[in-house]
């Protein structure tokens, strides 16, 4: 089955820098590939993801790209901000509407003001 | 909410019982899953239904179980055969065009 392993564990960068979070995959058939931000005691929500048909996606300050070739994935946020502080999670499906999605461990991000 | 709600959001367990963790959602959507989450760690499925009556283990299903008898309902039970089971309970949904997730808020379950 799928696997995904992501890195770093802990990230923390003072305000108005940037922070890069990457994941690799283990199933070539993975296709979608979602990132979701879980606030302390919060449920996870999505804030952006990306189909192996494309190899960046903007979204203002957050940007996801893909290497399906070498199987990894990134997320990029620029200009940090205290309200960024939260835990990242990288995830990977077959991409058909129902799939199930495979998540990473997770990346604790502090942001320092 | 996001069209999913769960229930009760903080859930006491004694030693050998059976419980119970609601997931309804009101947006028609075929697919709704379990997730469990343990401090500081990843979420881990427990079981998934893309249909109703029709429901599959994930990769954690060991001493639970789930019914789907209704399109907007995926009970969890938590039961006696899992040993640990306090954790944060996520359920989720997803529609024919909505790829990604939409997760409930949550049950924390502990065993007192």
């Known amino acids: 089955g799928e696997n995904v392993e992501q890195h770093p564990s802990t990230l923390s960068v003072q305000e108005g820098d940037s922070a890069v979070i990457k994941c690799t995959y283990s199933?070539?058939?993975?296709?979608?590939f979602p990132w979701y931000k879980q606030e302390l005691g919060k449920r996870p929500q999505l804030i952006i993801d990306?189909?192996?048909?494309?190899g960046e996606k903007k979204d203002q300050r957050i940007a996801v790209t893909l290497n399906k070739t070498a199987k990894h994935f990134s997320l990029h946020i620029t200009e940090t901000q205290p309200e960024d502080s939260a835990v990242y999670f990288c995830?990977?499906?077959?991409?058909?509407?129902?799939?199930?999605?495979?998540f990473g461990p997770g990346t604790s991000l502090s942001v320092i003001p | 909410d996001g069209g999913i709600t769960q229930s009760p959001k903080y859930l006491f367990r004694k030693e050998g019982q059976n419980v119970t963790l609601s997931c309804e959602q009101n947006?028609?959507?075929?697919?709704m899953y379990w997730y469990r989450q343990d401090p500081g760690q990843g979420l881990r499925l427990i079981y998934y239904?893309?249909?109703?009556?029709?429901?599959q283990k994930g990769d954690i299903a060991e001493g639970y179980s789930v019914s789907r008898e209704k399109k907007e309902s995926f009970p969890l039970t938590v039961t006696s055969a899992q040993k640990n089971p306090t954790a944060f309970y996520l359920c989720?949904?997803?529609?024919?065009?909505?790829?990604?997730?939409?997760f409930g808020s949550g049950t924390r379950l502990t065993v007192v």
């Open positions: 989720a949904r997803s529609g024919r065009t909505d790829y990604g997730y939409t």
């Open positions: 199933d070539s058939a993975s296709n979608y």
């Open positions: 947006l028609n959507h075929d697919a």
């Open positions: 995830a990977a499906s077959m991409g058909t509407s129902y799939d199930k999605v495979i």
């Open positions: 239904s893309q249909i109703v009556n029709d429901f």
């Open positions: 990306i189909r192996s048909n494309v």
